[in-house]
C-alpha cells in the first residue's frame, strides 16, 4: 500500500492550492483519511481529517479555509486551500487507515510530503 501527495507548489498570498492524496495498492478498505503539515523548525501539525462518509474536522488554524473531501472510489483525498498566507507554508502530509486484502486491522499509511509555498 502506498498513498501518493500531489499539488503542492507555490502561491501568492490570498490565492488557493488543491492537494492530492492518493492511496494504491492491495486495498480492501480505507476509514479514515487526513492531511497533516510541517513546517521549517516547527512540530507537524493536523490539518484536517475525513472519515469514509464524509464527516470532517480541521485544525482551528485552517477551519473556513481549507476543505478536505474525498473520492472513495479512487481511494482519494484532496486538500482545498483557499486564503493561504505565508503562516501556512510547510511540507503537507496525508495518511490514511487501510486495511489490505490479507489483513484484519486497520494501519496507518503516510504518503511523502509535498511542499506548499506562500510568497509574493
Known amino acids: 500500500v502506498q498513498l501518493q501527495a500531489s499539488g503542492g507548489g507555490v502561491v501568492q498570498p490570498g490565492g488557493s492550492l488543491r492537494l492530492s492524496c492518493a492511496a494504491s495498492g492491495s486495498i480492501r478498505s480505507i476509514n479514515v483519511m487526513g492531511w497533516s503539515r510541517q513546517a521549517p523548525g516547527k512540530q507537524r501539525e493536523t490539518v484536517g481529517s475525513i472519515t469514509s462518509g464524509g464527516t470532517t474536522n480541521y485544525a482551528d488554524s485552517v477551519k473556513g479555509r481549507f476543505t478536505i473531501s474525498r473520492d472513495n472510489g479512487k481511494n482519494t483525498v484532496y486538500l482545498q486551500m483557499d486564503s493561504l498566507n505565508p503562516e501556512d507554508t510547510a511540507a503537507y502530509y496525508c495518511?490514511?487507515?487501510?486495511?489490505?486484502?490479507?489483513?484484519?486491522?486497520?494501519?496507518?499509511?503516510w504518503g511523502q510530503g509535498t511542499l506548499v509555498t506562500v510568497s509574493s
Open positions: 495518511n490514511a487507515d487501510i486495511v489490505s486484502y490479507g489483513g484484519m486491522w486497520y494501519r496507518n499509511y
